[in-house]
């Protein structure tokens, strides 16, 4: 290629959006301003299928610069961006009921500010402010925050991604910074630590979004321009707007798709350069020195995505022997067999085996992402599974390690305890499967599992994985009914409601919070199950019959008479069709449904089910032990 | 392409405006999109485009394709990066 050659010919040739997005990857060219326009052009001429985004921005500086770069990642993530930007240094009238902001309705609003906003100590230097007066100053900055997002949060239930700009110039105290006790870079990190926990504790959904880290990461004088700052208020050079977006842009793409689940991993110069079936487990590249050291560096970085309660999972084409000789034997390998959660070596074509790790993991392969360096391998699955995410590996082996930081689906915006232990639950999943594979029928199977049931209700340091569950729970869903981390804790609150959820462990290990109930009208005569799941994790241990007999027993002890519960099909849960008859409920007549929160649909006539609890209540026939957790504030034992 | 062409596409492209309504007489006021932010990204596109730095100074005159274009062939001689230092 001469040097004079467009680098955007091939990219802006991509007769799709998903073939631009993938040679604009490939390219690594730094886009341009005139490339910005020229890629949004012929993005917008596509006319491809997009769905709505709507976003609403306040800020305190100009960030009208940053327009084009809005259309253009929200083009290449499929969205059609309505922007609504207040007015500069607009804030607390757009906080306000019917302001400008809310008749937008946006489906996220950003927020940039500046840290002289928070308090007029932050206008002069950090060391003029007494060591012993910091702490207060970092309550006081909380304050303008706290009157801001309070007011939002009264009225509209909308994300927000908070920022704050990083400062233009390096600390005050320059050199001496790092070994100050007054340091700017003490003050401002504890500042961070502290608003992060106010938000955390305090406003729902609600994610501060650290700029000084993508300042890191793009380079301070890279990022600002300031000619465009003194002129305008505009403080980012085209290159740092453009990343500042991207970024930002992540939290639109998480709020509006799903995540995904597991990197399906090939090994041959994906893990490790060369072939181990050839080059035997000495002969590959994996250790200290390049390339080996590029591929070790990889392996590191895949270890960070399971962090975030990613599955790792292996798809070679090789002899199963030679690729286990590696993963537990060689020295250098990072990845041993227990970070994956599901092995396929074999010499099947790969779309097949990743059906079957898909149904293996019980996991849609829409969220699946598949990494090959074979540019026949991903085709062929590109081809045959549009759904997953392929990634080939970059040809040149140093950008390996980064080579999916761009994907906004490996992000997570919070981590509950299931994340951080998901690869072990899969692990112990796979034992079970051996040993009911070795079991001679399913109840000794169960019986020899020696399962424990613990049972929590309102328990509130379950917010979010209880949330979570109602959000990502399709199979074994009765209602599929989604609700935020701030429904359910209003749930909880209510009297006359009840949340309850229960964590499972047998002879493998601890399954954590599994299950899930949502009971309406406990204060009685007649209660109803709103909402009532399992994560696929444990279906098939009757652990569903033994925790409806549990919260069955609760509400009768209450003075429950009747229960009435529902069946809603979706696509996905028909596993579930028949669960309330099976469990001795009767056809309930097809009158009108209780108000459903959130505008749930009314489960059509013939799904509707009752239960007399006057009667006796079945004997419990499930091997688990049943108990209830300490903090159950009702008192329930 | 000469220099008028170049840049009758790069204010067609920043102000999504047709290319033949771009003449040499073309003035700021003419172009509705062409406003103060406008102008910035315009200019953010001269520098890109024609591989120059714009002062402050400079940025306040160009408001007319013929500003730019006396400006870029009395200052904006294409350079390549070493030699703009």
């Known amino acids: 290629m001469s040097a004079a050659a467009d680098p955007l010919t091939a990219v802006l040739d991509a007769p799709t959006r998903a073939e631009l997005d993938r040679a604009l990857r490939t390219t690594g060219h730094e886009l341009s301003l005139v490339d910005v326009n020229r890629l949004t052009r012929k993005l917008r001429g596509l006319n491809e299928a997009t769905q709505p985004l709507r976003v609403g921005i306040l800020r305190t500086y100009t960030t009208e610069l940053l327009r084009p770069h809005w259309e253009l990642a929200a083009l290449l993530h499929g969205f059609t961006l ?3 930007e207040a007015p500069y ?12 902001l809310l008749r937008h309705q946006p489906d996220v609003v950003f927020i940039f500010l500046q840290w002289e906003d928070l308090d007029p100590r932050l206008r ?17 900055m909380l304050e303008p ?47 961070r630590r502290r608003l992060a926990a106010w938000l955390r504790d305090s406003v729902p959904a609600a994610y501060f979004d650290d700029l000084d880290e993508l300042l890191a990461d793009v380079g301070r004088r890279q ?44 090994a041959d110069n994906t893990l490790w350069g060369g072939i181990v079936g050839e080059d035997g487990p000495d002969g590959i590249a994996l250790g200290p020195d390049y390339p080996g050291s590029a591929f070790i560096a990889f392996q590191r970085r895949l270890l960070d995505y399971q962090q975030r309660g990613l599955l790792l999972a292996l798809c070679s084409k090789n002899n199963e022997a030679d690729v286990l000789e590696v993963l537990r034997q060689h020295p250098h390998q990072l990845l041993r067999e227990p970070h994956f959660a599901a092995l396929r070596v074999n010499w099947s074509p790969k779309p097949a085996n990743l059906r079957e790790l898909a149904a293996e993991l019980n996991l849609g392969l829409d969220t699946f992402v598949f990494v090959d360096d074979s540019p026949h391998e991903c085709l062929a699955v590109r081809q045959e599974l549009p759904q997953v995410t392929v990634v080939q590996r970059p040809a040149s082996l140093p950008d390996m390690p980064r080579c999916l930081d761009h994907l906004p689906t490996l992000e997570v915006l919070g981590l509950t305890e299931e994340d951080r232990q998901r690869t072990e639950l899969y692990v112990q999943e796979r034992r079970r499967r051996e040993l009911r594979a070795s079991a001679g029928d399913v109840d000794q199977y169960l019986r020899s599992l020696n399962m ?109 008479q009747r229960v009435e519960a529902s069946y809603i099909p979706t696509k996905k849960n028909g596993l579930v069709k028949d669960f309330w008859p099976q469990q001795g409920f009767v056809p309930a007549d097809g009158g009108p449904a209780a108000p459903a929160d959130g505008g749930c649909i009314t489960p059509p006539d013939g799904n509707r089910f009752a239960l007399d609890l006057a009667a006796d209540l079945p004997a419990a026939t499930a091997p688990i032990t049943i108990q209830w957790a300490e903090e159950n504030p009702h008192g329930h034992a | 392409m000469d ?83």
Not at chain 1, 89 to 100: C, F, I, K, R, Y
Not at chain 1, 168 to 184: I, R, V, Y
Not at chain 1, 527 to 535: G, H, I, K, P, V
Not at chain 2, 70 to 84: Q, Y
């Open chain 1, 82 to 84: 309505d922007l609504y």
């Open chain 1, 89 to 100: 240094g607009s804030l607390l009238p757009e906080v306000q009921p019917d302001s400008a």
């Open chain 1, 124 to 140: 002069g230097p950090l060391p003029a402010v007494p060591t012993g007066q910091r702490a207060e100053l970092v309550e006081a």
């Open chain 1, 145 to 191: 925050l706290r009157a801001l997002l309070t007011s939002l949060r009264q009225v509209a239930a909308t994300p927000i991604v908070l920022t704050l700009l990083p400062p233009m110039q390096g600390p005050a105290l320059g050199l001496h910074d790092a070994m100050a006790a007054e340091s700017d870079a003490e003050f401002r990190t504890a500042f």
């Open chain 1, 223 to 266: 990022f600002f321009d300031t000619r465009l700052w003194y002129t305008s208020r505009c403080p980012f050079s085209v290159a740092g707007a453009r990343a500042v977006v991207e970024r930002l842009m992540t939290y639109a793409v998480l709020l509006k798709t799903p995540r995904a689940k597991c990197i399906v991993l090939d």
């Open chain 1, 452 to 560: 424990r049931m613990t049972i929590g209700v309102n328990d509130t340091r379950q917010v979010a994985r209880i949330a979570q569950l109602t959000q990502r729970t399709n199979q074994f869903n009765l209602t599929t009914r989604r609700y935020s981390e701030a429904d359910i804790r209003q749930w909880m609150t209510d009297p006359d409601r009840l949340v309850a959820h229960f964590r499972l462990a047998d002879v493998f290990g601890d399954s954590g919070l599994v299950g899930v109930a949502l009971v309406r009208g406990v204060r009685g005569p007649t209660a109803e199950f709103d909402s009532f799941l399992l994560s696929c994790r444990v279906i098939g241990r009757q652990a569903e019959t033994a925790f409806l007999l549990a919260l069955l027993g609760l509400l009768q002890q209450q003075g429950v």
């Open chain 2, 3 to 85: 220099m008028l062409d170049a840049l009758r596409e790069l204010i067609a492209l920043a102000f999504d405006v047709p290319r033949e309504t771009v003449t040499p007489h073309t003035v700021q006021a003419d172009i509705p999109a062409w406003d103060s932010v406008g102008h910035l990204n315009l200019m953010l596109m001269l520098e890109d485009h024609f591989k120059v730095r714009l002062d402050v100074s400079d940025m306040v005159k160009l408001t007319s394709v013929q500003a730019i274009l006396d400006w870029l062939a009395t200052s904006g001689t294409p350079t390549t990066c070493e030699s703009t230092r």
